[in-house]
């Protein structure tokens, strides 16, 4: 079992500066990725500047969304919505940073099939970050799941529990070495975009069972909501891949 690490005394806040590091290595990787794939630098870095500001963003606004009664604190304490570093709701960054990373492409003009390029660098990136920022997590104690007598628990003060952080930054661990391993072979565009979307929306949806009493709409919790979106904005990236392959093919024939 994982031991549980009291960090109220530190003389630094673990969360903040795990997330900080997990910012510039994920922006080292995608950016090694991007010049890689023949994208140019200077633009990949305006590109990442804008999705890194726009997940902040689309994180503070879904933590207040589906968070109960945090509507009626923000009434109590409006200047609640300018903390916009205060907490963050993972799938809210990664939808703000979606919408922040398509507005920059159509803008910029980029071709649709390149925008996958985008796409690949960024999503072969964000696994190899990501877990540093889910250990700060874990040193938070901010995701505590059901109570458990499994190895991957953790020793809480009040019993042995998951710690949905920890599990996530393990998940992400073993993620990065599946890419890592796939990467020794050239990849067709669009292909960690799709996997990272598959791999971890399913993960998220098979996590949701150790969440304790998570808020629900419609009986579904916002993780099997965003996780199934996820997998099926995967499906349907296949099959519109699929579609690109084809004109393609056609194109070169005629």
């Known amino acids: 079992?994982?031991?549980?690490?009291?960090?109220?005394?530190?003389?630094?806040?673990?969360?903040?500066?795990?997330?900080?590091?997990?910012?510039?290595?994920?922006?080292?990787?995608?950016s090694a990725r991007a010049k890689a794939y023949g994208i140019d630098p200077e633009r990949f870095a305006k590109l990442g500047l804008c999705v890194i500001g726009c997940a902040f963003l689309g994180g503070h606004i879904a933590k207040f969304i589906y968070s109960p009664g945090s509507w009626r604190l923000l009434l109590f304490n409006p200047s609640?919505?300018?903390?916009?570093?205060?907490?963050?709701?993972?799938?809210?960054?990664?939808?703000?940073?979606?919408?922040?990373a398509v507005v920059f492409l159509w803008s910029g003009k980029t071709p649709y099939r390149d925008q996958f390029l985008y796409a690949d660098a960024a999503c072969f990136a964000v696994p190899f970050s990501w877990w540093i920022g889910r250990v700060g997590c874990y040193l938070a104690h901010d995701h505590p799941g059901i109570r458990t007598t499994s190895l991957l628990g953790v020793r809480y003060p009040g019993g042995t529990r998951y710690d949905l952080g920890l599990l996530e930054a393990l998940?992400?661990?073993?993620?990065?070495?599946?890419?890592?391993?796939?990467?020794?072979?050239?990849?067709?565009?669009?292909?960690?975009?799709?996997?990272?979307?598959?791999?971890?929306?399913?993960f998220r949806v098979l996590q949701d069972?150790?969440?304790?009493?998570?808020?629900r709409y419609g009986g579904w919790s916002v993780d099997e909501?965003?996780?199934?979106?996820?997998?099926?904005a995967g499906i349907l990236t296949i099959l519109d891949l699929k579609r690109l392959a084809r004109q393609i093919q056609l194109g070169q024939a005629l």
């Open 1 to 30: 079992m994982f031991p549980y690490i009291d960090t109220t005394r530190w003389p630094f806040n673990p969360f903040a500066t795990l997330v900080a590091v997990a910012l510039g290595v994920g922006y080292w990787i995608a």
């Open 80 to 100: 609640m919505m300018l903390r916009v570093l205060n907490g963050q709701a993972s799938f809210g960054a990664f939808l703000g940073g979606f919408a922040g």
């Open 171 to 202: 998940f992400l661990l073993s993620f990065s070495a599946v890419l890592w391993t796939l990467d020794r072979r050239p990849r067709p565009r669009g292909f960690y975009y799709v996997a990272f979307l598959l791999g971890y929306g399913t």
């Open 209 to 215: 069972q150790l969440h304790v009493d998570p808020p």
């Open 225 to 232: 909501i965003a996780g199934t979106v996820m997998i099926a």
